[in-house]
């Protein structure tokens, strides 16, 4: 090591603290003073100071409360209009006995239909099969 270019190193050095805490430790500098330190710092007290430059920290504060304001207005509109959705959910209709009768006689009708062309697919099937058969003689 070189001599005489390393600053001298006091091991017993007062840092005076603005909140008037005392910590002694070792540095280069005789003297030393901050404006916090542990006792005094919020992080480590838990307290909140704020340091408000031109009530920016209202104005926030302001900004919040009206937003907190408007997220209460929607909701209840969000409630509303499911109330309005429940009062409005369809209700089934009674239906006149006359289109009941037109429904039923028209499915009647289409089952009718339905079973003749089975039955004619039947005969045609039978027809054919018979004339496909060779005769034993």
């Not at 009062?87 to 239906?95: G, I, L, N």
């Amino acid at each position: 090591m070189k001599t005489d270019i390393h600053p001298t190193y006091h091991s017993q050095v007062k840092i005076a603290c603005s909140c008037g805490n005392v910590i002694v430790a070792g540095s280069t500098q005789e003297k030393m003073a901050t404006e916090m330190c542990s006792k005094c710092h919020p992080f480590y007290t838990g307290q909140q100071k704020l340091v408000d430059t031109a009530g920016r920290v209202d104005k926030f504060k302001e900004r919040a409360a009206k937003f907190e304001e408007k997220k209460d207005e929607l909701k209840k509109r969000e409630e509303e209009k499911l109330e309005k959705r429940k009062a409005k959910e369809y209700k089934e209709k009674e239906v006149p006995a006359e289109v009941l009768r037109k429904a039923l006689e028209e499915t009647k009708q289409k089952e009718v239909a339905l079973k003749e062309a089975e039955r004619l697919a039947k005969k045609t099937t039978k027809k054919t099969t018979k004339k496909s058969e060779p005769k034993n003689k």
